[in-house]
């Protein structure tokens, strides 16, 4: 689960990070508390999580069922939401379904089945986010922005699933500012989305920016921002 970065300081890089949100958010003439910090843990000891949530952290980000649920076991002393921001393997939603309380990831509709008949086992509602492929890149998961209102639509019928809005990783630029007009199309999906009014549909959070451009996906409307590296320092492997 990586080593533990001494040299690194988790509590005054969550504080850091807090404060340039806030800052963001007023830029934006956003409402404050409108965006949340989701504290991106994978590879990440619970020694460095604690100390995150110490710094105020409450949502946490993992990429692989098997690490979240080794690692949530470990950390039940305190509440924290725990966000699946990878990909998802089809035989994994049963433990999914158990584990994360939110699903930002969903891209296909077999597995939005999979999900919806656990979660009904568990009588548990998940909020999910769908994931779009703003970049088009063959290499990212995500829909197609073309796709998005079906999907959504026959999401919908799944009883269990509360769509809430959309989540996307746009194809890296070093320059943040490059990263906007994705960040945009998102913003632009979801608004497309929202005017067909489905039922049960809300399109209200907007997962976008991590660590190196954060501040402009919050600009463009994010409400959940996914930040790793900027909190626990580089990781071992990626
Ligand atoms: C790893 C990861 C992040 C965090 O990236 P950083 O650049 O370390 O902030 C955000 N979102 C997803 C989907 C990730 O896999």
Redesign the pocket.
């Known amino acids: 689960m990586g080593s533990s970065h001494s040299s690194i300081d988790v509590q005054a890089n969550v504080q850091t990070v807090l404060e340039n949100i806030e800052r963001a958010t007023m830029k934006a003439g956003r409402p404050k508390n409108s965006v949340r910090l989701v504290a ?1 843990s ?1 590879t990440v000891g619970v020694e460095s999580i604690r100390q995150a949530m110490a710094a105020g952290v409450t949502d946490l ?1 993992e ?1 692989k069922v098997q690490e979240a649920s080794s690692k949530r076991p470990l950390l039940s002393e305190q509440h924290v939401a725990w966000h699946l ?2 990909a998802l393997q089809k035989n994994k939603a049963n433990r999914a379904a158990e584990i994360f309380d939110w699903i930002e990831s969903l891209d296909d509709l077999e597995l939005a089945s999979k999900l919806q008949h656990a979660c009904e086992r568990l009588n548990k509602q998940m909020p999910v986010l769908v994931q779009v492929n703003v970049g088009r890149e063959a290499s990212k998961s995500g829909i197609a922005e073309e796709g998005a209102v079906e999907f959504v639509r026959r999401v919908s019928v799944c009883t269990h699933l509360q769509v809430r809005g959309l989540m996307a ?1 746009p194809p890296y630029t070093e320059n943040p500012e490059d990263a906007r007009r994705y960040f945009i199309r998102l913003r632009e999906t979801a608004q497309r989305i929202a005017s067909h009014k489905l039922p049960h549909i809300s399109m209200g959070e907007l997962s976008m920016g ?3 451009d954060y501040s402009a996906a919050i600009e463009e409307g994010a409400t959940l921002v ?5 909190i626990f320092g580089p990781r071992d492997n990626p």
């Open positions: 991106v994978k980000g990429n921001i990878g990783i991590m660590s190196h996914r930040v790793g590296t900027a």
